[in-house]
């Protein structure tokens, strides 16, 4: 079974794997980890999620070639991440990654709704992100919770693939 944790500097090591298993280049380093961890809970809310309960902490096996966030050297029950910042009327969906080897059961969704619900709580009124264009399986996570494109930043990544801003807003209930 899955539960939704508050990160804890303990986590880093984890975090870090994950990153780097999920985002390649583009993952963040220690110190910008750090920053978010830091900035919790004044600005940021940064959630793991974590395998509990008798049926194994381990996970299946990712895929050969694929780096798992165990393989990455990270704490094996940590299944996935996701960071927010909130400040004022707008939250920013930063980051949400899961283990390669634990997509497609519902793990980033959980991760998602788990921040909408915090920037609710915080009394945000919308949901900014930024996602690749061709990230097809984030952009479908991102539109079934009812994300809107309101802009593209063109060669955003490296000057290769383009940035698609999406928005939620109201955030509701
Ligand atoms: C995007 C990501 C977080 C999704 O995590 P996940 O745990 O696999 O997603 P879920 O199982 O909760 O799926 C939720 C919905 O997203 C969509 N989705 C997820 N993966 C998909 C895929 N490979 N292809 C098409 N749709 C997909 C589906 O609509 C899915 O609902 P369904 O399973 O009922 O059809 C994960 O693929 C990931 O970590 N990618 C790398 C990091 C990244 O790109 N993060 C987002 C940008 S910040």
């Known amino acids: 079974m899955i539960s939704i944790r508050p990160a804890r500097t303990a986590d880093l090591v984890t975090l870090r794997a994950l990153e780097t298993a999920c985002f390649g280049r583009?993952?963040?380093g220690e110190?910008?980890?750090?920053g978010e961890l830091a900035g919790v809970p004044?600005?940021?809310c940064v959630l793991v999620a974590e395998d509990t309960g008798a049926s194994g902490s381990?996970?299946?096996?990712?895929?050969?070639?694929?780096?798992?966030?165990?393989a990455?050297?990270?704490?094996?029950?940590?299944?996935?991440?996701?960071s927010l910042l909130a400040v004022a009327a707008t939250a920013d969906v930063q980051r949400i990654a899961v283990r390669p080897d634990r997509r497609r059961e519902g793990i980033g969704r959980a991760l998602l709704d788990a921040l909408l619900a915090e920037a609710r709580e915080r009394g945000c009124a919308e949901a900014l992100l930024e996602v690749r264009h061709?990230?097809?399986?984030?952009?479908?996570?991102?539109?079934?919770?009812?994300?809107?494109?309101i802009a593209r930043r063109r060669g955003y990544y490296h000057g290769v693939a383009?940035?698609?801003?999406?928005?939620?807003?109201?955030?509701?209930?």
């Open 31 to 34: 110190q910008a980890l750090e």
């Open 42 to 44: 004044d600005t940021r």
């Open 162 to 173: 383009d940035a698609l801003v999406l928005r939620l807003a109201p955030l509701g209930e």
């Open 72 to 82: 990455a050297g990270g704490d094996t029950a940590v299944a996935g991440y996701a």
């Open 134 to 149: 061709d990230n097809a399986a984030a952009l479908a996570m991102y539109e079934a919770t009812g994300f809107e494109q």
């Open 58 to 70: 381990a996970g299946p096996s990712g895929p050969p070639g694929e780096i798992s966030g165990a």
């Open 26 to 28: 583009d993952a963040w």
